[in-house]
């Protein structure tokens, strides 16, 4: 695929686009934009074969106007410091749009984990984390990682023992990860939490009539044609919940081939198949596209990236013909397509709103491990005694008696799980209203992507202001 420009003044671009609107001074805009630090190092790994490899890697905290700064580890061979530093920014502004109160970093390591054994992948770990902690680019209070792009629950849990084993012991050391598997302090929702983020954005955007009518769509997801890119696990969980709301998932991607049906694909089972095939292809009455990239080009309603940057570029977005664009990975569509999207009137729901569900979540679990208690471990049984006395006094009142099936699920009190899942519905609602309600102020001039980026700009703007550093 083409590349516009490099990642970072692809970022950059879409900031200057906001800036515009705002009336901050030029100095405050420069010290919101740039990276704040980014630390580059390489590292010797031993394989299980005994020969030695150099690996490199990187850590880029862009604002620290709130700490700690948060944002996930990735291991991929596209890896380089611009891209770090690029999904550093978009972290400081993701966080700002849904009111997570951290600053944005990222962190990378330059490896194909397809190439190494689970042993060599633990020593990699533990080696970067190792390296984050020597230079204090790891901590509950300053640098706080997560999963991200060929990263997972186990990479995080080697993370918090290798920081157990090297930092002195700290009541909040659990909280230096967030992402991890729920015996090590995980919270329950994480894993489903970037998928489900999407799907609550892009029903609020769905259930906007105007918006819709403006698209020539009815509202609701219901019926709406899907076409997913990636089926890693923010693109199967995003794909899960959109057609479990009625949505017709057409078409489905992964590197190694594309799928479509038009009757629609049982994304469970399209998973399954790949798990025990290895491959996408040949889903038993679909449709094998020719390229993986074909999928971008389906006709559908509500196309959704969900797997690396710089997918839709100036090479293929005359043939992209979804009428809406969730962008559930960071920086799938490059500024130059945005801007030639725009103009064909595709709504894009942009990556700093729509895939910020896994840092929400990652908050909450950063919450739960400074407390040290699980959520609704207070209140649960006692919303539910609560519950059924309002129930039995009903009963009495009415002389009627509720059916098990109405009175159970009323009386139940929330546990972890309804709590992060509520959390994240209410914080994806807010911040969709508050973005949709900069644009209609700018009379629907300007798109989603420079609303947010607006909002953004003011949140941190607003930080630093009260800080007293700009007077
Ligand atoms: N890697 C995810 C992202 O890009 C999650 C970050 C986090 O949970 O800190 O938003």
């Given amino acids: 695929m083409t590349v516009e420009a490099k990642f970072t003044d692809q970022v950059n671009r879409n900031f200057d686009k906001a800036a515009a609107y705002t009336n901050h001074s030029p100095g405050l805009l420069k010290q919101i934009k740039i990276c704040n630090s980014v630390y580059y190092m390489t590292f010797p790994l031993k394989r299980d074969d005994g020969s030695i490899e150099a690996i490199q890697a990187w850590r880029a905290e862009h604002s620290q106007h709130k ?7 990735r291991y991929s061979m596209a890896v380089s410091e611009d891209e770090v530093m ?6 400081t502004y993701k966080c700002a749009i849904v009111d997570v109160p951290f600053g944005g970093g990222k962190g990378g390591v330059k490896v194909s984990r397809l190439n190494y054994s689970q042993a060599e992948l633990e020593r990699i770990t533990r080696r970067y984390t190792y390296e984050l902690f020597r230079k204090n680019f790891i901590d509950p209070g300053i640098d706080v990682p997560a999963p991200d792009y060929g990263t997972g629950p186990q990479e995080m849990a080697w993370i918090l023992d290798t920081y157990n084993s090297i930092a002195p012991s700290k009541l909040d050391s659990i909280a230096c990860v967030t992402g991890k598997p729920i015996s090590q302090g995980g919270v329950r929702g994480r894993i489903e939490a970037t998928g489900r983020g999407v799907f609550f954005g892009l029903r609020e955007a769905c259930s906007d009539r105007h918006d819709m009518k403006q698209l020539g769509m009815n509202v609701g997801i219901d019926g709406k044609k899907v076409v997913v890119q990636g089926l890693g696990n923010v693109g199967y969980h995003a794909a899960k919940f959109l057609q479990e709301a009625g949505a017709i998932v057409v078409g489905l991607s992964e590197r190694e081939g594309a799928i479509y049906d038009q009757k629609g694909l049982d994304v469970c089972k399209v998973f399954e198949h790949r798990r025990e095939t290895h491959s996408i292809v040949d889903y038993p009455g679909a449709q ?11 006709e559908c309603d509500i196309l959704v990236p969900a797997a690396l940057e710089n997918q839709i570029t100036m090479a293929n977005v005359s043939r992209v013909r979804a009428k809406m664009i969730g962008e559930a990975a960071n920086g799938p569509v490059t500024s130059e397509a945005h801007e030639a999207l725009r ?6 729901l ?9 840092v929400t979540v990652s908050y909450f679990e950063w919450l739960k491990n400074l407390s040290h208690v699980r959520f609704g471990r207070m209140d649960k ?4 005694a609560t519950n059924t006395k309002i129930l039995e006094a009903i009963e009495l009142a009415t002389g009627k008696k509720l059916t098990d099936n109405i009175f159970g699920p009323i009386a139940q009190g929330a546990d972890e799980e309804d709590l992060v899942n509520s ?5 994806m609602i807010n911040a969709y209203r508050e973005i949709r309600e900069i644009k209609s102020q700018h009379g629907d001039e300007i798109g989603l992507r420079t609303a947010a980026f607006i909002v953004a700009i003011n949140k941190v703007a607003t930080s630093y202001l009260e800080l007293g550093i700009f007077p």
Avoid: S
């Fill in 67 to 73: 700490t700690p700064v948060k944002g996930g580890i």
């Fill in 86 to 91: 690029a999904l550093a920014a978009l972290m």
């Fill in 288 to 298: 094998n596209l020719n390229a993986t990239g074909d999928v971008l080009e389906l």
């Fill in 343 to 348: 103009k064909r009137n595709v709504m894009i």
């Fill in 350 to 358: 942009p990556d700093t709103y729509l895939n910020a569900g896994g």
């Fill in 381 to 384: 049984r006692f919303e539910e």
């Fill in 423 to 427: 959390g994240l519905e209410e914080t």
